[in-house]
């Protein structure tokens, strides 16, 4: 069985970064509706809907790496991703919880702010 699980770990790793640039992506879309919908749209219902859907998918991307910390942990791994320039020989590791709890805390963040968009700041 740890050789299996080894061998999807293994598979999956080459995917791990777009899964890092949908939790970013959300987190910055979420923080743009939130600032459009605060300045200018007032009481919007679709940005109150894009703040609450962008925290819940960079809430959950950061679970899905905090669990993939732990499960790489049991198996005795250290997984991280590199976020230097692989064929300038620059490696940047960065663990998976670190990746896992921006996630989870921005999503946290977006989603207190989903209820405090009420209405234009100058009001």
Excluded: H
């Excluded at 905090?66 to 320039?85: E, S, V």
């Excluded at 209820?115 to 234009?120: D, E, H, S």
């Amino acid at each position: 069985m740890t050789n299996f699980l080894i061998t999807v770990m293994g598979a999956m790793m080459p995917y791990m970064m777009y899964i890092v640039w949908l939790g970013e992506a959300a987190l910055v879309v979420g923080a743009l509706a939130f600032l459009f919908a605060r300045f200018t749209a007032g009481e919007s219902e679709t940005a109150r809907s894009i703040v609450l859907l962008a925290g819940r998918v960079a809430a959950g991307a950061g679970i899905f790496f905090l669990a993939c910390q732990a499960m790489g942990m049991l198996l005795g791994a250290t997984p991280a991703i590199n976020m230097g320039d692989a064929t300038k020989f620059e490696f940047n590791l960065v663990p998976f919880w670190q990746i896992g709890a921006v996630g989870l805390l921005g999503g946290i963040v977006l989603g207190y702010l989903w209820g405090r968009v009420r209405g234009p700041i100058f009001a």
